[in-house]
């Protein structure tokens, strides 16, 4: 069993004073140990919606007291990655996922967003690399380093990397189809795995890796740590309609363990860790990131409205 307590909302930007693109939303929190005193929470983030109602996602930071990652140091000031020019797969949004030390670089991973006609957005991922220790990042390209293909013909977001000896694993999201409700089309998606030998060029097949709870389930935040002698991941999942406020089919966190990387099994009655009775996580939980920072595992997700009120932390208890 894998049990938690519950830390607390740590960062909510609606409650602090920000700059104007991140007025929102701390989404996919990825903590990142930046020196001894020091662990850097990259996560994705929003201005208030335009007057066309819609949202531009941006990218940004919080420093944390390495002693206390209960306590915010310092608010980024400017955002990681520069929006996409017209017709780019990042036009209208970059979103970070995962942040790899590479020497002395960071290569950050990132989500970018287009808008589209019939069905909302489409997304792809990016990689910009940062020369200065995670403050600035420089995209490697106009283009994305995974994009669609004949095998994955929707969105692709969300890689989750770790790095075992010469190959470089991911985890992503891939989109396999899009259902009409209401009115409006909702994407469902699963992951995949790709592997790697520079984090660059990904060999990959658009096979879905973990097992579904129920039809047309979404999942997201394939988060890996080494734990009890095996590979764990900690990943949200949701229904694919009636999701959002406190509906029964909100994001939760799952559960599954692997030996080799390749073969997952799914239990997510292990993961003894659930919504509040009330408060900012009361109705999901959501965008996990697992992260081993001084012998401590945590956990960083967000909670209610996908974020908005920011991420909280959760420490895993010895059993």
């Known amino acids: ?11 909510n930007p609606l409650e602090v004073e920000t700059q104007p693109w991140m007025e929102e939303y701390a989404q996919l ?15 994705a983030t929003r201005p208030k919606r335009g007057a066309d109602l819609q949202y531009v996602s941006r990218s940004g930071f919080v420093d944390l007291d390495r002693f206390d990652l209960t306590k915010v140091k310092r608010i980024g000031e400017n955002p990681l990655f520069d929006l996409g020019g017209p017709g780019t797969f990042d036009e209208f949004g970059s979103m970070t996922s995962c942040f790899v030390p590479v020497g002395d670089k960071i290569y950050g991973y990132y989500t970018g967003w287009s808008r589209l006609y019939t069905v909302p957005y489409t997304m792809a991922v ?53 259902l009409q409700h209401e009115g409006k089309y909702e994407p469902v998606y699963k992951f995949a795995h790709a592997t790697s030998k ?22 997201v935040s394939f988060s890996i740590f080494r734990y009890k ?45 659930d919504v509040s009775d009330e408060g900012w996580d009361s109705e999901m939980m959501a ?25 909280g932390i959760a420490e895993l208890i010895e059993e």
């Open 126 to 178: 990016g990689l910009a690399i940062s020369e200065d220790g995670g403050t600035t990042f420089k995209k490697i390209s106009e283009g994305p380093i995974l994009g669609q293909t004949h095998k994955e013909p929707y969105l692709l977001s969300g890689p989750k990397i770790v790095r075992v000896e010469d190959t470089w694993h991911m985890w992503y999201l891939i989109g396999t189809k899009w």
């Open 29 to 43: 929190p990825f903590p990142y140990v930046l020196d001894d005193n020091t662990v850097r929470v990259y996560f």
């Open 287 to 311: 965008y996990p990131q697992v992260s081993e920072i001084d012998g401590k595992i945590y956990i960083f997700y967000c909670g209610n409205e996908f974020g908005r009120n920011g991420f």
């Open 1 to 11: 069993m894998l049990n938690w307590k519950k830390l607390g909302n740590v960062f």
């Open 229 to 273: 002698d095996k590979w764990n991941a900690v990943f949200a999942y949701r229904q694919p309609l009636d999701f959002r406020g406190g509906a029964d089919g909100a994001y939760r966190l799952g559960y599954a363990w692997s030996d080799d990387l390749e073969e997952w099994h799914r239990e997510d009655d292990k993961m003894k860790i």
């Open 198 to 219: 520079d984090g660059i060029n990904w060999d990959r097949d658009g096979i879905p890796v973990i097992p579904s709870k129920y039809e047309d389930e979404c999942q």
